[in-house]
């Protein structure tokens, strides 16, 4: 429960969606793909270290605070990575595999909400 609760708070990517941006976007592109690849593996970087962080006793504001770094580096590469790609805002979701031929959805609306918050730390 405790992990929902921060992958909800942290990360808007997984479970919010956009109303006014009903359509999806099957990645092919290589270099589009590689791009979604590198803000995805940042994601899951930043988020299992978040949630290890909070797992071990401490409060989610001060996880966010011991992982300032990897997060402005989240936040600056979603942002480089949609001026790139401005053509993925008018879409609710980006779907793509990685190279194991897993599928990845991102949603390109909730990386720009989370992409423009800070972590307020002392």
């Given at each position: 429960m405790n992990k929902?609760?921060?992958?909800?708070?942290?990360?808007?990517?997984?479970?919010?969606?956009?109303?006014?941006?009903?359509?999806?976007?099957?990645?092919?592109n290589s270099h589009e793909i590689d791009a979604a690849l590198k803000i995805h593996t940042s994601l899951m970087k930043v988020g299992k270290s978040v949630s290890s962080c909070y797992d071990s006793g401490n409060k989610h504001s001060a996880c966010?605070?011991?992982?300032?770094?990897?997060?402005?580096?989240?936040?600056?590469?979603?942002?480089?990575?949609?001026?790139?790609?401005?053509?993925?805002?008018?879409?609710?979701?980006?779907?793509f595999k990685k190279p194991d031929g897993t599928g990845v959805i991102i949603r390109p609306i909730a990386l720009k909400k989370q992409a423009s918050m800070e972590a307020k730390c002392e």
């Open positions: 929902l609760i921060i992958s909800t708070a942290l990360f808007l990517v997984v479970i919010n969606t956009s109303i006014a941006n009903t359509k999806e976007l099957n990645l092919n966010l605070c011991e992982n300032k770094k990897e997060i402005t580096i989240f936040n600056k590469l979603v942002n480089t990575t949609l001026k790139k790609y401005p053509r993925w805002l008018k879409y609710k979701s980006l779907n």
